[in-house]
């Protein structure tokens, strides 16, 4: 694990997803730092590709010059936590919850790292950072 700071950027197989892809574009040209997008999708997905908004995504990291990386395998939160715990990850940029609770993939990543900074976009693209709950 080098000392490049990187921010990884967590989307899933929906178009909307592009505002998070964005926001952690623009969070990282402001921080002069390296920007990653990780998608995991189920297992079950790989034969429905062509369903997914997944290509639309990759184009939209390709005009902005980021790299994403799309796992299959049907627990998201591991290969979650193990992709931050080996790839440097300094912050996360993730959409917003429903809820906060064990299970969840924003909890669980909280709770594997508690101090690495969560900025959470909503569907009207209001930014936070995750407190603590």
């Given amino acids: 694990m080098g000392s ?68 299959w395998g049907d627990d998201v939160n591991r290969i979650a936590v193990d992709y931050i715990r080996h790839n440097g990850i300094r912050q996360l940029v993730v959409g917003e919850p429903e809820e906060m609770k064990p299970g969840n993939f924003v909890y669980e990543v909280h709770q594997a790292f508690p101090d690495l900074p969560i900025l959470i976009v909503d569907r009207l693209n209001n930014h936070r950072t995750l407190s603590s709950f």
């Fill in 4 to 71: 490049a700071k990187i921010i990884l950027v967590c989307v899933t197989d929906q178009k909307n997803c592009a505002r998070l892809i964005k926001a952690g574009n623009t969070l990282a040209e402001s921080l002069a730092v390296k920007m990653k997008i990780l998608s995991v999708q189920p297992s079950s997905q790989m034969q429905k590709l062509e369903e997914t908004y997944l290509e639309y995504l990759f184009n939209v990291c390709k005009s902005l010059n980021a790299e994403m990386k799309v796992y």
